[in-house]
């Protein structure tokens, strides 16, 4: 009865944790705005304060058998379009990402970021044609629950089964948006895996309240956090933190800000027409040169110089 009242918010405990950091997540359903100013955020965020867990199972095939529509489900478009933050945190050497992604089932797609500290160039501009992105193994991820947990694994180089799951649905998270019978899907997957503890009622570092699902690795000196939406089963937020001897370090921290659709890449005009599309002029599509100059590794010495004659 206690699982069912958590879940069902009956009897909801205080939000586990407070933080200083807090960002909004978009609204809307239509293409966001790439953040360009991600200095006064920078920092990142301090390690999620988690209330004592309880088993993840039930809770898991309950959001799994209930799972919920997003406004954003309905939206229309062949490109999957995810926009996320991320903190990571190297020995002190601290990096921001602000990053909107498309992504389709041919594997193609594009990428814009911004990044703290600057790369020196104010927008990163990515973009791949069909079939580009195989490397990334992100196609038909969401096919089974076999399926879904082989695909996270190629995602991380955890080698722990449990954490593998719980790292690579965050990573898929910043690629696709999954309908309404994917995400039951991943519930489920979640929810046939050992060594997961819930924590309902948890803020991610936009404000919102999940149900956090921890996993520890390395011994317990490693602690994955992925939150989800308690309603549709959407990953919000990710966490990686070490245990040292003052407490929790984040290590990294992924926020979900939009998950929609969209028929079209950054740089692709709106269709005016129901006529098929023609193929697209390569000459208008941006991209990197064609053409790599390397240098020779023992360059050239003229005839007249060198004093020997050139084989006939």
Not at 45 to 55: F, H, I, V
Not at 116 to 133: K, Q
Request: glycine letters at 6%.
């Amino acid at each position: 009865m206690l699982v069912t009242a958590l879940i069902v918010g009956q009897v909801p405990p205080l939000p586990s944790h407070e933080s200083a950091l807090r960002l909004a997540a978009f609204a809307g359903c239509d293409v966001p705005t790439l953040n360009h100013d991600l200095a006064g955020t920078a920092h990142t965020p301090t390690a999620t304060n988690l209330r004592p867990g309880q088993p993840a199972r039930p809770i898991l095939l309950h959001l799994a058998r209930h799972i919920a529509a997003d406004p954003c489900d309905s939206a229309a478009g062949r490109f999957n379009l995810v926009h996320h933050r991320a903190w990571y945190d190297n020995e002190g050497d601290q990096t921001t990402l602000d990053v909107v992604r498309w992504y389709a089932d041919d594997d193609s797609g594009a990428a814009l970021m911004t990044q703290h500290p600057s790369l020196g160039v104010a927008v990163t501009h990515d973009f791949w044609p069909p079939g580009w992105l195989r490397d990334k193994n992100l196609s038909r991820a969401f096919r089974s629950t076999d399926w879904l947990r082989a695909k996270s694994k190629l995602q991380n180089a955890q080698v722990n089964r449990t954490t593998q799951l719980v790292a690579g649905l965050a990573s898929l998270a910043t690629w696709h948006s999954p309908g309404l019978p994917q995400r039951a899907l991943a519930a489920q997957a979640l929810a046939d895996t050992t060594g997961i503890t819930a924590h309902p009622n948890t803020l991610d570092q936009a404000g919102r309240t999940g149900i956090a699902l921890s996993a520890t690795s390395d011994n317990g000196r490693q602690r994955h956090l992925l939150i989800l939406n308690p309603s549709t089963g959407a990953v919000m937020a990710y966490e990686r933190a070490i245990l040292t001897p003052a407490g929790w370090r984040t290590r990294v921290y992924l926020l979900v800000l939009t998950r929609t659709h969209a028929p079209h890449r950054y740089w692709e005009p709106p269709a005016t027409s129901t006529r098929p599309a023609a193929s697209l002029d390569q000459r208008e599509m941006p991209r990197r040169s064609g053409v790599w100059l390397v240098p020779a590794e023992h360059p050239c010495t003229p005839e007249h110089e060198s004093g020997e004659e050139s084989p006939r």
